[in-house]
């Protein structure tokens, strides 16, 4: 199933958290800009994302993002076929940024508007740089919001077969970070300790084996329950042991899901997808089961608009565009699209 | 000849209008509660259809910045500032409350604008009427509605009472002896009002660039309190 238009030119914009992106993509693959405009700095000192300063600033940011984005691509906004925007899951006022300047500019410019789910987005951001990824694809998709595994069975066909029943994946790393005292963002400064200390020195639980669902909550407790029993324990030896805990969980169930669908192909999304250990390990786990694996660069993992244009494409084709009555879907699922 | 684009959503009303060098070839007005972001570009396009205007032709565009709800305001606000970078035309900003007291600059009292700010607080600000307008005769404000009525009363002014904060307080401003209530339709931002007022800023070019112009909140985020207080 390959639209079968020609290459479309399409404008994404990503708001759905604390990224304000935008980027211009053509058919669905090939990136011409990608801009992101990050406010980790904005919410560092509150240890997490906090909605109101995310919302506040994507306003901001979001006129200087587009504009950058097209320059960067040396596109007008009369050479673009259609512009697309999150419009969740995520934030609730931080994606009414992003959707409304998508709908503004399509009403200017009298081009279709596409309202993009942002998880499907992630499965899509492989194609930016594998353009003949085929499915069926075993999808890990990790960040501070999601944690999902999901069974890609072909275009718009989405199988969710687990996901976190407590934590995502990424707010372990934080909470455990801002544990240790290692700052915000946890993922990043966890990657980094891990490797001076032992993965082995403390054998944390590794939750729900044998079962689909994630859960990070349990761990996050034995953690802290150890660095106080234990405080004489290095903290590298404690980030590393946290660390191989959570990607064994994440890579025993991929595993599992990927046999139980007979998926040949192993795909990584989300930000906690950056982390070397996972990366790795994934490499292992396709190598040692002749799989495919794939491996988006980390400024695909994380939120970009790129994959948001990328998923605008397949779905322009597959169900047209949307309404401009069309508004945010905070809670919005990964279902099945056409 | 400049035409215009104004729009309001700082309250659960979402007000759109197209003027023509300070006068309004239309207006819509719809009770959207908090689905602005759905309601806002339909009614800006059924307006252009209605009116034969093409965005294109516009030589501005003109926002309320509030104070009032905050999703609302980054929708309309948002789309203002895209539109005005996308068709490369100025944007004027200008206050929500600006645009309730304007229409009752005829009255010759003193007006007090107040937009609801929920938890028993309201956005306000004063004015007086001076011919073609109205002149703020206080800061834009965010306090205790009870606050505001004990201000007034010590004013000792007769004073018009116009929006939305009135009646979602009206046990507070019910207390008010020399205070009358302008009522229902001067409840939230007049479009008609903002094109009127944005026309003669850009007469005057007094207009910013899209990026600068911004959500007047009045408050900061809750976590941001949050913080101070911790400090
Ligand atoms: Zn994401």
Redesign the interface.
């Known amino acids: 199933m390959t639209p079968d238009a020609g290459p479309a030119t399409i404008l994404g914009v990503e708001t759905s958290c604390d990224e304000t992106a935008a980027a211009v993509v053509v058919g669905g693959r090939s990136v011409r800009s990608s801009i992101v405009s990050s406010q980790v700095d904005l919410h560092a000192r509150f240890g997490g994302v906090v909605p109101e300063i995310a919302s506040r600033a994507h306003v901001e940011l979001i006129g200087p993002v587009v504009a950058e984005a097209l320059a960067a691509a040396s596109t007008g906004l009369h050479d673009l076929d259609a512009i697309a925007a999150c419009r969740g899951p995520g934030l609730a006022g931080a994606l009414l940024v992003g959707v409304s300047a998508a709908k503004a500019l399509a009403l200017v410019t009298g081009l279709p508007y596409v309202g993009v789910n942002h998880l499907e987005a992630h499965l899509y951001a492989a194609w930016l740089e594998e353009p003949d990824l085929e499915p069926p694809l075993a999808v890990l998709l990790v960040s501070g919001g999601h944690t999902l595994l999901v069974i890609m069975e072909a275009h718009g066909r989405y199988r969710v077969v687990g996901q976190t029943v407590d934590d995502a994946a990424g707010e372990a790393f934080d909470k455990v970070a801002r544990f240790l005292g290692l700052g915000y963002p946890g993922g990043p400064a966890i990657d980094r300790l891990a490797p001076d200390g032992d993965p082995e020195a403390i054998r944390f639980p590794r939750a729900m084996p044998g079962e689909p669902n994630f859960s990070f909550s349990g761990l996050k407790t034995a953690v802290v329950n150890h660095a106080r029993q234990h405080p004489d324990t290095p903290v590298a030896d404690v980030a590393a042991s946290f660390q191989a805990a959570v990607v064994d969980q994440l890579v025993d169930k991929l595993a599992a899901a990927a046999d139980g669908a007979g998926a040949p192909t192993l795909v990584l999304g989300g930000g906690v997808a950056a982390n070397s250990a996972l990366r790795a390990r994934v490499g292992t786990l396709g190598a040692a089961t002749g799989r495919d694996v794939f491996l988006p660069a980390p400024a695909f993992c994380t939120d970009n608009a790129a994959m948001i244009a990328a998923a605008a494409w397949w779905r322009l084709e597959a169900v047209g565009p949307t309404p401009l009555d069309d508004g945010v879907d905070p809670t919005a699922g990964l279902g099945v699209v056409a | 000849m400049t035409l215009m684009l104004a729009i309001d959503t700082a309250t659960p009303r979402v007000a759109v209008a197209i003027g023509e060098d300070g006068r309004v070839l239309g207006s819509v007005y719809l009770s959207a509660r908090r689905?602005?972001?759905?309601?806002?570009?339909?009614a800006?396009?059924y307006l252009c259809e209605q009116t034969g205007v093409e965005?294109?032709q516009l030589g501005a565009v003109a926002v309320g910045v509030g104070p009032g709800l905050?999703?609302g305001l980054?929708?309309g606000?948002?789309?203002a500032?895209?539109?005005g970078?996308?068709?490369e035309v100025p944007v004027v900003g200008v206050s929500s409350l600006d645009l309730v007291a304007h229409p009752l600059r005829f009255g010759g009292q003193m007006i007090a604008a107040v937009l609801d700010a929920r938890r028993h607080e309201v956005f306000h600000a004063r004015y007086r009427p001076v011919s073609g307008g109205v002149q703020l005769v206080t800061e834009y404000r965010v306090g205790p509605a009870v606050e505001l009525v004990a201000e007034l009363e010590a004013g000792g002014e007769d004073v018009v009472l116009a929006g939305d904060g009135v009646a979602s307080n009206r046990a507070a401003f019910g207390a008010l002896e020399r205070a009358v209530d302008a009522g229902r339709e001067f409840e939230a931002p007049s479009a008609t009002a903002l094109v009127e007022i944005a026309d003669g800023r850009v007469g005057r070019e007094e207009f910013s660039a899209?990026?600068d112009v911004?959500?007047l909140?009045l408050r900061a985020?809750?976590?941001?309190l949050a913080?101070g207080n911790r400090r």
């Open positions: 689905r602005h972001a759905e309601a806002l570009v339909p800006i396009a965005l294109r905050f999703t980054r929708v606000v948002t789309t500032k895209i539109m970078q996308a068709l899209p990026w911004a959500p909140y985020s809750d976590a941001e913080w």
